[in-house]
């Protein structure tokens, strides 16, 4: 997988109401370079909504690192991750069922990694021009000396929504870990409003033993899991739909039980099967 040119834009946070279920913290990580990690996530109601946001508040004293989504309910293809992006003191996931608007119900999982105040992190991002374009592919760098910890990207259309018939396909870390690419594309022909993608870098002081793995899922396979190595815990993820633009789209990007890896679901669009080779790719930030 290649990576895309730089491209520098003004950044713009977009900003979207949601209702969400409670918090659940779902187990503290082994001992981490990032003392008290934990693994949070929160769950939209299940229902035929179009698009839908979820939010995942790391607890009092905690800051968001990365984080993830997963959607459930409805069959492949017919609802795709429109944002997985961090907040602060929470990551939030959203997702969209297109411009055909699948009808039945479904929902949509966040997941947050989340870690002590007193750690330094520092999140940059970089937003696109509204446009037309059928694709889009933007990086955002972390500051020299420091590294990635996280990425992320968020679609949104010219009313700040996000568009129906745009998705994600890449969220890629790079291998030294000093800036991420993230792209989309219009996946439906019939969507002819302009979009923008913004994309998200959480950047730290170097980690001990902090490592990029990635693994890819085979050739015609909806799902990839990627496992962080023996001594070190998740701090940050990555995926993509390893095809051609405008064939695959993410549906699910979430940790993996006790933050011991990370794992990607890609599902096939309506424009047909891609060109061989194509496979979904899981990308693990870890450290020790």
């Known amino acids: 997988m290649g990576t895309f040119p730089a491209r520098r834009f003004a950044v713009a946070i977009l900003t979207v109401a949601a209702t969400v279920s409670a918090a659940v913290v779902v187990a503290g990580a082994p001992a981490a370079a990032i003392p008290g990690i934990q693994l949070v996530q929160s769950g939209s109601p299940a229902g035929p909504e179009p698009t839908k946001v979820a939010v995942a508040p790391c ?13 459930s309910g409805a069959p492949a293809g017919e609802v795709r991750l429109t944002g997985l992006r961090p907040l602060g003191g929470s990551f939030e996931a959203t997702a969209t069922t297109g411009t055909q608007e699948y009808a039945g119900d479904w929902s949509l999982i966040a997941y947050a990694i989340c870690a002590p105040r007193s750690y330094s992190i520092t999140i940059h991002s970089v937003t696109g021009p509204m446009s037309f374009q059928w694709w889009r592919g933007h990086t955002v760098d972390c500051p020299r000396g420091q590294r990635l910890i996280g990425a992320g990207a968020y679609l949104a259309g010219s009313d700040g929504a996000p568009p129906a018939g745009v998705a994600l396909q890449l969220i890629l870390p790079h291998s030294d870990l000093t800036h991420m690419n993230g792209s989309a594309y219009r996946v439906d022909d019939s969507y002819s409003g302009a979009w923008q993608l913004t994309v998200y870098a959480t950047c730290a002081d170097p980690l001990p033993g902090l490592v990029r793995v990635m693994h890819s899922g085979g050739n015609g396979a909806s799902i990839a899991t990627v496992a962080c190595p023996r001594g070190t815990v998740l701090h940050g993820l990555g995926g993509a ?47 020790n």
């Open 241 to 287: 739909g390893n095809a051609a633009p405008g064939h695959l789209t993410l549906t699910q990007q979430a940790p993996i039980g006790n933050l011991s890896g990370a794992l990607t679901t890609v599902a096939e669009t309506g424009d047909g099967t891609p060109p061989a080779p194509w496979a979904p790719v899981s990308i693990a930030i870890c450290a």
């Open 59 to 71: 607890p009092d004293g905690l800051v968001v690192i990365d984080g993830g989504g997963s959607i």
